[in-house]
């Protein structure tokens, strides 16, 4: 994690993390004990069960940009797979992240995006919906059908008018299988952003020499919000899921 901080210090402003390495809880501190960054400071979402259920994700906001304001909510979510976070910057109205983890309660429960997400009310402005998804459909990954999961975040992401951030069918997870002797690919690291937020999106990019010094099997992507000029032009071609074609 820290390797992936120290490459992330001179390029990011908002670093979001799933399955960080947390420590055991510090009573005398009354928080976690991990692995930081001067570069950055921490936010991570509440334990469970006495603190013996560790936050799944975490976020890493950049203390050289003090006009940034990165709020976690918990009055929306506070649970440690999911962390809503209400994000401003001068140029840059108020947006909300939802930052997640999708993986089974506990290891045995329910999904994330079951449990959580899908009977919730999203943001239908300036909002961005990003995490490990450990999903599968067509929308993002033309190789593979839909799970469970897939359908339930597409046709959420769809009902919301969300657009995938993603260049579609881009790997962001490699794992070499040895049995096998191959290397299985897939794309598991979404984001999708309501369509206001989407036109100030530019530049997705899989990082992929950068992953490298992180020792992860998952790649960091990146890509940038824009403030203070003007909006990208949509383009007709934005990666909405056709439904139309959908089986």
Known sequence: MHSCLETARETADIVLIQEPRVGSWDMEQG???MVGHGSFKCI??????????????ATFVTTSF????VTIRPDIFDDPYLQTLEVSAPGVPTFYVYHIYNEQYGGEGQWTLQRLLQNHALPTTRCLVI?????????????RKA??????????????????????????????RLAEDTLYESVLDLAFATGDLYDWISNWAICAGDT???????????????HDGTATVPSPTAPRYNWKKAD
């Open 212 to 226: 490298e010094a992180t020792g992860s099997d998952h790649k960091m992507c990146r890509f940038e919000i824009l």
């Open 147 to 176: 799970d469970s999961n897939g359908d339930m975040l597409a046709t959420k992401m769809e009902e919301g008018n969300f657009y995938l951030v993603n260049e579609p069918d881009a790997p962001t997870y490699f794992q070499f």
């Open 66 to 69: 003090p006009n940034l304001r």
């Open 44 to 57: 991570l979402p509440p334990g469970h069960n006495n603190n013996q259920l560790k936050p799944r994700v």
């Open 131 to 143: 995490g490990d998804m450990n999903a599968h459909h067509p929308w993002w990954n033309s190789k």
């Open 31 to 33: 928080s976690y004990m």
